[in-house]
């Protein structure tokens, strides 16, 4: 019997959220069927919703940070039981075959990864995600949540823990390493634990000194305002790996005269328009520009034990369902410490 959840969907680009039900599927044999209590609001969520990525398929059910409780097991799942606390990220299924697949990198799947909302299921149905009361994903792409962690302030590690967590180590952050962070926002404000756990001398750059107090409190040893304008001049040449979160497009070439000979500047925001950059300003120092897109399910995992161990945790401001267009409105203006969390209890 399918189960009817109740949920709230993006149906234009301009218009507000709206309640829905959405029907979840059979819960297969190697299926778990999760009761969600909270769901972080990320920035991709908000492209999504206003269509700044292309044109979205509405209606669409947003949310990938996902934090409940199994609900129900299929006969076959093994790691899961009723009542475990877990959660769910960007990937709910892959290919499982090719070979980053079988090396636990599913985000690089070479089929192309199936997300948890905007994309199709290997079923044919359009995929829904969490700003929902429930969710059913094959056990092979559920994480389950260290016991220190509460199921609220581990919800937007599922998708902004990951997405640091990953280039943080793929660039070897850690003891004698210059990490610049670039805004500090839902996936920033956790780069800059990550980045300290790891050992690294942590550096935020915010457009202003407002949450000075908080990037220092969360790990940082120094905090510039890219709006001061010494700023860039004064740090030029002082890092060996800058993250730049930024939601919008950024000037690439300013970024890049920060790092050190051999640096990385590693794009992890997604805007809306193309970014540009002159090759003169990778050349002299031997620069590289990346970027970098989530992390695979066994990274997830790591990851959440690696903040357990750590003391590492979003720091969240939670809402009732209905607040979230407004919520959306005061992440774009860059007005959330640290990132949205819907209590989908709300919902009912
Ligand atoms: P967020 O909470 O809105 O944080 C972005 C931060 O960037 C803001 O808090 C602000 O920090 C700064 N900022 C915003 N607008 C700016 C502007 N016009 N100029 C300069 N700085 C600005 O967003 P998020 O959820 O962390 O996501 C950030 C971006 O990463 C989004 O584009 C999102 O889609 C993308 N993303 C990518 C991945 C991936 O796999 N690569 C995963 C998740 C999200 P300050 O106030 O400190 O300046
Ligand atoms: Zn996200
Ligand atoms: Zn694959």
Redesign the pocket.
Known sequence: MPTTVRAYAATSPTDPLAPTTIELRDVGPRDVRIDIRYVG????D??TARSEWGATRYPVVLGHEIAGVVAEVGAEVSRFRVGDRVGVG?LVDSCRECRYCRRGDE?FCTEGYVETYSSTGRDGRPTQGGYAEGIVVTEDFVLRIPDGLALDVAAPLL??GV?VYSPLRHWGAGPGTRVAV????????VAVQVAAALGAEVT?????L??QED?LRLGAGHYAA?SAPDTFARLAGSFDLVLN??????DVDAYLSLLDVDGTLV?????EHPQSLDVASLLMRRLSYA?????GIRETQEMLDFCAAHGIAAEVETIGVDRVDEAFDR??A?D?R??FVIDTTTLA
């Open positions: 609001i990320c920035h991709s908000i492209h960007c985000q998708c902004a997405t670039v805004g500090l926002g839902g996936l920033g404000h935020v750059l915010s457009q202003s407002r949450k990037g890219t979160t930024v939601s919008a497009s950024v794009n992890l925001g997604i805007p970027a970098s897109n989530i992390g992440v774009v860059s959330v640290y990132r």
